[in-house]
């Protein structure tokens, strides 16, 4: 059975940093290519951040890029995601994803397995 499991999540100021984790069980990491994405109180999921399979490629959304930062640790079967300079706009459910191919993709329906969710919440 595929589980994924983040945590790392909770209060911060904004300016402040937090770092989510996703621990994968029942599949080997090296086979997944990984995402971040986040749902913000009353709006649709939405896509941060994927990295590939060894983390060679990564790809961001605008509204993160250069503030955010993707990585894995396959050995650990974790992938992290670094946040900097939080606003509170950042303020949202934070998934993480596993899809079983090769290239980045922001497709939400194309992932197959999900996490459930840690809230992030900046504060003013």
């Known amino acids: 059975q595929v589980q994924l499991v983040e945590s790392g999540g909770g209060l911060v100021q904004a300016g402040g940093s937090l770092t989510l984790s996703c621990v994968a069980s029942?599949?080997?990491?090296?086979?997944?290519?990984m995402a971040w994405f986040r749902r913000p109180q009353g709006k649709e999921r939405e896509f941060l951040t994927t990295?590939?399979?060894?983390?060679?490629?990564?790809d961001y959304a605008d509204s993160v890029r250069g503030r955010f930062t993707i990585s894995r640790d396959n050995g650990k079967n974790t992938v992290y995601l670094q946040m900097n300079s939080l606003k509170p706009e950042d303020s949202a459910v934070y998934y993480c994803?596993?899809?079983?191919?090769?290239?980045?993709?922001?497709?939400?329906?194309?992932?197959?397995?999900w996490g459930q969710g840690m809230q992030v919440t900046v504060s003013s």
């Open positions: 994803a596993a899809r079983r191919a090769f290239g980045v993709n922001r497709k939400i329906d194309d992932y197959d397995y």
């Open positions: 990295i590939t399979r060894h983390g060679d490629s990564t």
């Open positions: 029942g599949l080997s990491l090296s086979t997944y290519v």
